[in-house]
Structure formats: structure tokens, C-alpha cells
């Protein structure tokens, strides 16, 4: 869909949307202004978007939004009909986030999904008109209550177009419990030795980057030869920091492990050796690029 059908599609869904700039998350003045949405502010008229958050844009606006052919971006306004939209910008904190569901509530995952600039968006609606709010540490940014959202087909200012992975129309409803939901979960952990690397093997082979070797080279799965496989991403295993029974979980992809209980930060390979053996970083990579 272009833009001005993606605008109609949402208005059909019972969402507002707002004209934005082109590559840009900035309101379009002139096309709000043209439709007939402006404000007074320091003796100029300007566009005005927040009456959209209290009332739908009618069709003839929305044509009216992009009648000069110029090219614009689009936003969601949240709240429409309970819209959250969760949004993911660090791999690690969307792993962790997206195992713990993996394990324990599959089905939430099952909902509109659109690749952003950074990460990933996932789409819901609420079951409540509640207001949730993102927290400090949190794992997303909750865009919801009159928050706007960009939304595809429009354009990142990089130049990356914001990208529908499945179908607009499947929104799954949920409750805030579930949006907020990252309980840990309550096998004596069991840490395996590597193998150690041939002795006749050059100690300087990666000397030049032995993180990145480290990190491409040792599998932190082959320290939890019975971890219990998920899917073809992602294991799980008790926690070797605090023992609590499949509370560790390991991305394969990005070889990467954190604990659903937050003992722990999110690591890669070198960080979980340091503190699996309360060594320091340099100590780890001296010891582990015997096993590259």
C-alpha cells in the first residue's frame, strides 16, 4: 500500500494517523495546516495534530494530507482502540525478552510485527484503557496513550524504510499483565569444560582483534552440553549465578546468554567466562583464546 491507502486502511481500523515529513518523525505542517488542522502560536499559523488524538481524521482530510504528490512519512496515534506498540532499538534486550515469551506465553508473539531503523516493532492492542509506562532499564519503549508511532511504508532519515514482516489486520488483544509480564521461572547447573585448543597451536593466531575471535569462535552453548533447546535459536538451563531451575537462557544467533531472574546482565562469551570464574575481562580473554 502507498501512503495515502495505508492512511485509509488505519481510519477503516479505527486509528488516527498524522502526516509526518519525509524521512522524518516531525508532524507535516502544510499538510495538517491544508486540512484544516492549525493552531495560533507566537503570531503564526502552525499544523496542529493532538485534536487527532480525541477524534478521527475524516477520509477527505486524510486526501487532503497528501494531495500535492509530495513524498511524507505516516504515524500511528496510540491508544486508538487500546494500540500499544512496543518498541525494541538493542538486540540483546529483544532476545531476552522474546525467549521468556518463547517459553512461556508463545501465542503473544503471534501479532503485527514491523522492522524499524534499530530493531523491531511489535503491534498490540489492550484489553483495558489503561496508561502503562516505560520504566528505567526496561527492555522496550512503550509507545501508547496519544504517543506517536512512525509506521510503514514511511522512511527513516537513514535512508531504511520501516518494513511489515505479516499482516496489519493481525493485532493480537492483550492484557497490560501480559505486555508487562517478564517473571522468572523457578536442574542443578552444570557448567562443561571446553576443549582445550592443540598446544602446538600458534598463541598469536588472533591476537589482533581476540574479542571478536572469542566471540565468533567459542559457542557459550558448548559450555551447557544438556541445555534444554527451545527452538533453533534459542536454549535454556539453570542459572549457574543463582540456581534457579531454566532461569538461563542462550541466543545461539547472536551468542549471547542472560537469566530471566535479571541476576545477571545480558553477555556475550568473554563477559559470562569473566564471571563464571570471577576473573577479569583480560584474564578471560587470555584463557579462553586457548580454545578458539
Request: glycine letters at 6%.
Amino acid at each position: 500500500m502507498d501512503i495515502l491507502d495505508t492512511a485509509r486502511f488505519w481510519l477503516s481500523q479505527g486509528i488516527s494517523t498524522v502526516p509526518l515529513l519525509y524521512r522524518s518523525k516531525w508532524p507535516s505542517g502544510s499538510a495538517l495546516i491544508r486540512s484544516g488542522l492549525w493552531q495560533i502560536k507566537e503570531g503564526e499559523v502552525k499544523g496542529h495534530w493532538t485534536p487527532l488524538k480525541t477524534r478521527l481524521p475524516s477520509e477527505a482530510m486524510i486526501e487532503l494530507w497528501f494531495e500535492d504528490g509530495l513524498p511524507r512519512n505516516l504515524a500511528l496515534v496510540t491508544g486508538w482502540c487500546g494500540l500499544t506498540i512496543l518498541e525494541f532499538d538493542v538486540p540483546e534486550k529483544f532476545s531476552a525478552w522474546y525467549v521468556w515469551h518463547l517459553i512461556h506465553n508463545p501465542a503473544i508473539l503471534n501479532t503485527y510485527r514491523v522492522l524499524s531503523n534499530r530493531g523491531i516493532h511489535y503491534y498490540f492492542y489492550l484489553s483495558e484503557p489503561v496508561k502503562l509506562v516505560t520504566l528505567p532499564g526496561a527492555l522496550f519503549e512503550i509507545k501508547g496513550s496519544g504517543l506517536l508511532c512512525t509506521t510503514p511504508p514511511s522512511v527513516h532519515e537513514s535512508g531504511r524504510a520501516y518494513t511489515p514482516l505479516n499482516d496489519p489486520t493481525n493485532i493480537r488483544v492483550v492484557t497490560p499483565e501480559q505486555i508487562l509480564n517478564y517473571s522468572p521461572v523457578v536442574l542443578e547447573p552444570l557448567i562443561s569444560p571446553l576443549q582445550r585448543r592443540s598446544k602446538y597451536a600458534p598463541i598469536d593466531v588472533f591476537t589482533d582483534n581476540p574479542i571478536e575471535a572469542i566471540k565468533a569462535g567459542v559457542p557459550i552453548l558448548s559450555f551447557f552440553p544438556n541445555a534444554q533447546k527451545i527452538d533453533e535459536r534459542f536454549y535454556r538451563y539453570d542459572c549457574p549465578f543463582h540456581g534457579h531451575k531454566s532461569n538461563f537462557w542462550i541466543d545461539t544467533q547472536l551468542n549471547i546468554c542472560g537469566c530471566f531472574a535479571s541476576c545477571v546482565p545480558v553477555m556475550n562469551v568473554v563477559q559470562f567466562y569473566a564471571r563464571l570464574n570471577e576473573f577479569d575481562i583480560k584474564q578471560s580473554i587470555k584463557e579462553l583464546l586457548m580454545y578458539v
